[in-house]
Nanobody, 119 residues
Framework: QVQLVESGGGLVQPGGSLRLSCAASKSEGFIGAMGWYRQAPGKERELVATMTSRSITNYADSVKGRFTISRENAKNTVYLQMNSLKPEDTAVYYC?????????????WGQGTQVTVSS
């Protein structure tokens, strides 16, 4: 069982910054990739950024150069630093963790945190 607790969302003006955090608590298994996805009203959930346990990153083209993902493996925590925010970044942001409990992987999701970019 894994629980993900997110924090850091809110309202920010265009061009501003926010930092999201997600802490994972687990009772078994190994946490592999952690990352962030988002879902805007009327749209499907989409990948924002992920990072493997070996720090390999993957970003959506729309956020490259503006968002930075990082993690502290010892704390099972992942962060998303979001700079130069745009109105189109407005969405509910969800934390994801892929946990290996041999012999298979399981996906876990946080409850979501609202990010609103508006003047």
């Amino acid at each position: 069982q894994v629980q993900l607790v997110e924090s850091g969302g809110g309202l920010v003006q265009p061009g501003g910054s926010l930092r999201l955090s997600c802490a994972a608590s687990k009772s078994e298994g190994f946490i592999g990739a952690m990352g962030w996805y988002r879902q805007a009203p009327g749209k499907e959930r989409e990948l924002v950024a992920t990072m493997t346990s070996r720090s390999i990153t993957n970003y959506a083209d729309s956020v490259k150069g503006r968002f930075t993902i990082s993690r502290e493996n010892a704390k099972n925590t992942v962060y998303l630093q979001m700079n130069s925010l745009k109105p189109e970044d407005t969405a509910v942001y969800y934390c994801n963790a892929r946990v290996l409990v041999y012999p298979r992987d399981y996906d876990y999701w946080g409850q979501g945190t609202q990010v609103t970019v508006s003047s």
